[in-house]
């Protein structure tokens, strides 16, 4: 009868009831009926004991630190920065904005961060420019996704909690992918404004100009290095690397660019605060998810019943990235990694598919559904930023889409992508 605890949640989900609760509802209400009430109890106390852990201690610091870097504007010197070089270009604005979200991803590693952060700042500047609103939020959103796939990110943070994988192994295997994205990006919006003859800057910055841009992002800029730095010397670990990363953020912000007062420090670690709680609770909902997922024995029922369709792992990577891609576009990446990683995950171990190579298939495909009709989440940040409907935006954004679906099967198909980073630095095998 457990079995049932995915369907039940997936009807909740459609009812409209939120994702916290539906991971706890469902699978509390089989184990009920099925007369388990003392599992009923190890699902709830797996609530907290999903959140209280030490790796996971990382999420929050990671988005305090985005969240310092942006008061402290530091994203106005990450445009300026991609300005300097880009803004020339036809299209230029489009292209700033791609290499904005590739720079802000090594800050913050939130795709909803980069989405009002930049948005905020660029969609109002490119539809001045001559842009449509529904374009400047689509690329905005597009190009958010490069934020958890690129290091530091909180969704692989959780991938390696729930796996027992080497975060550092994951952050080296998101660098190649992240840049993909971003390349493909900017390649498609290269196409379009030939096309559809994009607004050009109205000058080419100067060398000189270049360089006081470079200078003044010169401090965000080495945030990543310092993070990557430190965990791949061995210095410190990530979640160590995260509580680094925030003195950094409050050194930079506060006495070398002087860009954030103390006053501001409440709002900013209320801020960081709620938006931490919202992501913990679902990882400790999902962990106590996770239980009923061991007991119901659904791995080893999916495993068969996949086995059965064909042993061909080419094949079974591309149905499972077509199933990951339609769960991104209903749940958000946390959750679905937490449910579905122990079922899918033992099953392409097994096959001989390298752990972090399908690690990495899982997170980019899933982060991906962040900006994926119907349910996206930064569909809708892009909506509250731009004031542009939903539904327009989706339209719009589906180019972009088929630029990352492509990226997704190139990481699938040819592992070497992903997995030479980590392998020449001995993080994998």
């Known amino acids: 009868m457990l079995i049932w605890f995915l369907p039940l949640f997936l009807v909740f989900l459609m009812i409209g009831l939120p994702v916290f609760f539906g991971l706890l509802a469902a699978p509390g209400i089989l184990l009920l009926l099925n ?74 590693g939130s795709a909803v961060a980069d989405t009002s952060a930049l948005g905020s700042m660029l969609i109002p500047a490119m539809e001045k420019q001559g842009y449509t609103r529904k374009f400047a939020a689509a690329i905005t959103a597009a190009s958010s996704v490069i934020g958890p796939i690129i290091p530091p990110s909180g969704i692989m943070i959780i991938y390696a909690y729930v796996m027992g994988e080497s975060v550092a192994a994951l952050f080296l295997a998101g660098l190649v992918p992240g840049v993909m994205v971003g390349v493909g990006l ?45 965990i791949l010397g061995g210095v410190f670990t990530p979640t160590e690397a995260a509580a680094v990363a925030v003195a950094y953020a409050l050194i930079i912000s506060l006495f070398v660019l002087r860009s954030l007062r103390v006053s501001e420090l409440p709002e900013v670690l209320g801020k960081a605060g709620l938006t931490s709680a919202v992501v913990l609770l679902l990882v400790g909902a999902a962990m106590s998810f996770k239980t009923v997922v061991s007991l119901s024995h659904a791995p080893q029922m999916m495993a068969d019943y996949i086995l059965t369709l064909t042993q061909n792992p080419l094949i079974l990577l591309f149905l499972i990235n077509l199933l990951l891609f339609v769960v991104g576009m209903f749940l958000d990446a946390g959750p679905a990694i937490i449910i579905l990683g122990p079922i899918l995950g033992p099953v392409f171990i097994g096959m001989g598919v390298d752990s972090v190579h399908f690690a990495i298939i899982m997170c980019v ?65």
């Open 365 to 429: 495909n899933l982060t991906v559904g962040l900006a994926t009709p119907p349910m996206g989440l930064v569909l809708f940040v892009a909506s509250a930023v731009s004031g542009e409907r939903v539904t327009t935006i989706a339209k719009a954004i589906l180019p972009f889409l088929a630029v990352e679906i492509v990226v997704i099967f190139l990481i699938t198909y040819f592992p070497a992508l992903s997995m030479t980073i980590p392998r020449l630095t001995g993080f994998a095998n």
């Open 35 to 108: 007369g388990q009430e003392r599992d009923l109890t190890l699902l709830y106390r797996n609530l907290y004991n999903g959140m209280d852990s030490f790796p996971l201690m990382a999420i929050p610091f990671f988005m305090l630190a985005g969240e310092i870097m942006n008061r402290g504007g530091i994203t106005h010197r990450l445009v300026e920065f991609s300005q300097a070089f880009m803004g020339h270009l036809r299209g230029g604005l489009a292209h700033v904005n791609v290499l904005s979200s590739m720079l802000f991803a090594g800050l913050s």
């Open 186 to 230: 900017m390649l498609l919006i290269k196409v379009m404004a030939d096309r559809y003859d994009f607004p050009v800057a109205s000058r080419k910055y100067s060398w000189g100009e270049r360089g006081q841009a470079s200078l003044k992002a010169f401090f965000p800029l080495m945030t990543p290095v310092i993070i990557l730095g430190g």
